[in-house]
């Protein structure tokens, strides 16, 4: 029994904190949350030399072959320091293909991908049915095509393929340039993650294995990403907060001083240490305890969701004013939090999967 | 990092395992003594196989078990519901406290007695003036040769009727600044300058007591550690408080998560559907199950820290006070659960919704709690 990261896993923390506060000081992350782009090839070509592009991705298709613990030490600290990029959402790629692309479709994305030349995304929201993972009414036409309007895929701009959820929990690969897809920016509430309208007119679809248990486990690492990533942000936030709450005066005395303030931190911390309990877990439990792995992960995701903006939220408070202003810096961690509280079902929907799965 | 048990300690959950589906005598009897004399009886069968004092050095009657093997033990004698031991104060705080600041003679002296349950402790802490500003307490003891002679007034004193003995915190130097000034003494409860007068509680039970102190003598080698640092020894009596008894509540918790669960599959709501088809009431016990494992797990990473580093992590100053939330709000959706029901007194989760109100004041108030997390944990200016 021992509930601590392994000195490989250390180092992977150490480096990716390291690496990711000498790169994206905050006034690196604002000017990137104002681009269109939101990163540079540079920045995601050192990403890539860390090997950050292919952590999931077998070593013999040149990744590093790891699991999923590995990919929630590095959420973990690109949450802490907002770092805009698009490893997530290749990432998901990765995950969606490595578990159940097909042969072929492994073989002409994975390496590319390990390597930094190629990047995916996943589209999983239709324009109007439901929020959940799963509630896809995309249906294959007879001609093997695709149409569909997906909203709020990430950073569809900037990848080579996107994925895109269907009815059934299929799921097909197109290639971004294909005919019949248009992409269209969508302003989010997170500025550091870029979000686009994908428009499918007849597109042609490859699809994936039908593979619902592998596409779960999938599913249930990436929710677990969005997890460590608010553990990560409502960290820095939480940080942030009682930084100014020793340093800030009021009535003479730091407002630090004052228990309706430190008692609101101490809440924060709670809050931050449960969410990075789970996220551990669930990335523990998603590598070596596959039957616990699902369950797990929408523990984490509920829990996280909902401490991520909750910490943000009051450290938002402890600021004050200067807290509400867009120069100061907490409003990027609140909109990322907020955000990941909404992706791949939010709490209220990973409650309910948790009642399930506990027999309630 | 590995969350499953090493070979060594799936042993030696399996021989516990084993013992305890052999040796644990069921539900206590109802009534206090009758209940006491059956804890007595189940803590010298533990004794007797080696089970008493499972982390405590060997040279005292203990097991020399790892931390992992004691919280193991913790969780196993809670999923099994044994009953408790009756010298559940002097094994969880008393005993650590002496190992810790004792001297060899009051190791030698104190402790098989704790195990065996031959000598039954009780803490006085806490007094009618002085809760959370413990510091501020009264009790006087004042020196008279080569002993010391107490006056005062104690409250909140679990088992003081069954105990032998109490562990003390007394002003000795009303000069002193207040934290300065004290000493931790273990008083002979069995003196008649010592009268116990036993507390109702909101429950209709008496598990508390007030004691009544009026010239008691305790002998000057009965001070643990040295006049004057009673309040460093008392802190290590309220560390062990919080810290070794987490792995059983987060236990006990699921246990009555899944007892809800059950009871909820078979009750029927205020709009006559299964209480379980309730979407509300489903968030409520999904909520209840994330913040039960969130009890676990931190209990584990704070254990590996202590492992690793020495010291607790963070997360070791939270477990008391999420805990006690936890609790609280596990009986209040029971409550909801129930309905109108809700307003009859029944012989289960009545008195758990009553008796868990004290959860968050009992082992240091949340305030108080909250407050060492800001000032301990994350710096911030102490508030006065």
């Known amino acids: 029994m021992n509930f601590g990261f392994s000195d490989d896993q250390q180092a992977i923390k150490r480096t990716a904190r390291e690496f990711l506060s000498a790169r994206y000081p905050l006034a690196t992350v604002r000017k990137l949350a104002e681009d269109d782009r939101g990163f540079t090839d540079d920045q995601w070509r050192e990403l890539v030399e860390l090997g950050w592009a292919g952590v999931i991705i077998p070593d013999d298709q040149g990744g590093l072959g790891l699991g999923a613990i590995e990919l929630v030490v590095i959420a973990e600290e690109m949450g802490y320091a907002l770092a805009p990029s698009p490893w997530f959402s290749t990432t998901c790629a990765a995950l969606m293909l490595a578990t159940a692309g097909t042969e072929e479709q492994r073989a002409r994305w994975l390496e590319p991908m390990a390597s930094g030349e190629a990047r995916g995304t996943l589209a999983v929201w239709d324009e109007r049915s439901g929020w959940a993972p799963d509630h896809s009414e995309v249906e294959l036409a007879s001609d093997g095509t695709l149409t569909a309007t997906k909203i709020a895929v990430p950073d569809a701009a900037s990848a080579d393929f996107v994925i895109v959820a269907g009815a059934d929990g299929r799921h097909f690969l197109h290639n971004v340039s294909d005919p019949g897809i248009t992409l269209v920016a969508e302003p989010g509430i997170d500025p550091t993650r870029k979000l686009f309208r994908v428009e499918l007119d007849k597109a042609a679809a490859e699809p994936l294995e039908h593979a619902p248990d592998e596409i779960t486990r999938a599913y249930a690492t990436i929710v677990t990403l969005l997890a460590a990533e608010n553990v990560g942000a409502a960290q820095r936030a939480m940080e942030m907060a009682v930084a100014y709450a020793k340093d800030r005066t009021q009535f003479d005395r730091p407002i630090g001083s004052y228990q309706a303030v430190s008692h609101r931190c101490a809440q924060m911390l709670l809050e931050v240490e449960g969410a990075r309990s789970l996220s551990y877990w669930a990335g523990w439990a998603l590598d070596n305890e596959p039957e616990t792995g699902p369950r797990a992960a929408s523990m984490a995701k509920a829990y996280a969701g909902d401490a991520g903006f909750r910490v943000a939220a009051s450290a938002l408070q402890v600021h004050g004013g200067i807290g509400f202003t867009y120069e100061h810096d907490l409003h990027f961690f609140l909109k990322r939090a907020h955000a990941n509280a909404h992706a791949f079902g939010d709490s209220r929907w990973h409650r309910d999967r948790v009642a399930d799965l506990a027999g309630v | ?384």
């Open chain 2, 1 to 384: 990092m590995d969350l499953t048990l090493s070979p060594a300690e799936e042993a030696f959950r399996d021989e516990l395992r084993e013992w305890l589906a052999a040796n644990n005598p069921g539900r206590e009897p109802a009534g206090d003594e009758a209940a006491f004399q059956f804890r007595l009886a189940w803590q010298r069968k533990l004794n007797d196989a080696g089970w008493a004092g499972v982390s405590w050095p060997k040279e005292y009657g203990g097991r020399g078990a790892t931390l992992v093997e004691q919280a193991i033990f913790n969780e196993e004698v809670v999923r099994a519901r044994t009953p408790s031991v009756a010298n559940v104060l002097a094994l969880a705080m008393g005993g650590p406290t002496v190992i810790a600041h004792g001297t060899e003679e009051q190791r030698k002296r104190f402790l098989p007695p704790i195990l065996s349950g031959d000598e039954i402790w009780c803490q006085g802490f806490s007094e009618p003036g002085a809760g959370s500003d413990l510091a501020s307490l009264k009790t006087r003891a004042v020196r008279n040769g080569d002993e010391w002679v107490v006056t005062g007034q104690k409250v909140w004193t679990t088992f003081a009727h069954h105990a032998k003995w109490c562990m003390l915190v007394a002003r000795t130097d009303p000069e002193a600044p207040k934290h300065k000034g004290l000493t931790y003494f273990l008083m002979d409860m069995e003196q008649d300058a010592v009268q116990v007068r036993p507390l109702r509680q909101i429950t209709g039970e008496s598990e508390f007591n007030e004691l009544f102190i009026e010239e008691a003598r305790i002998p000057d080698e009965n001070i643990i550690g040295a006049e004057g640092e009673g309040w460093g020894v008392a802190i290590t009596t309220l560390m062990h408080e919080r810290a070794t008894l987490a792995f059983g509540l987060q236990v006990s918790v699921q246990i009555a998560l899944g007892e809800l669960i059950e009871s909820a599959h078979e009750t029927r709501g205020e709009n006559g559907r299964v209480a379980t088809e309730d979407p509300v009431v489903r968030q409520h016990l999904a909520q209840l199950l994330i913040e039960s494992e969130v009890l676990r797990l931190n209990a584990y990473r704070g254990l590996s820290a202590i492992m690793r580093s020495g010291v607790p992590g963070p997360e070791g100053s939270l477990g008391k006070w999420h805990w006690s939330e936890v609790n609280q709000s596990l009986t209040e959706v029971a409550m909801e659960i129930a309905g109108p029901r809700a307003m009859l007194a029944d012989d289960n989760w009545t008195y758990r919704f009553l008796r868990s109100r004290a959860n968050s004041i009992e082992g240091g108030t949340t305030e108080i709690l909250k407050n060492i997390v800001a000032e301990r944990v994350l710096g911030l200016p102490r508030m006065r």
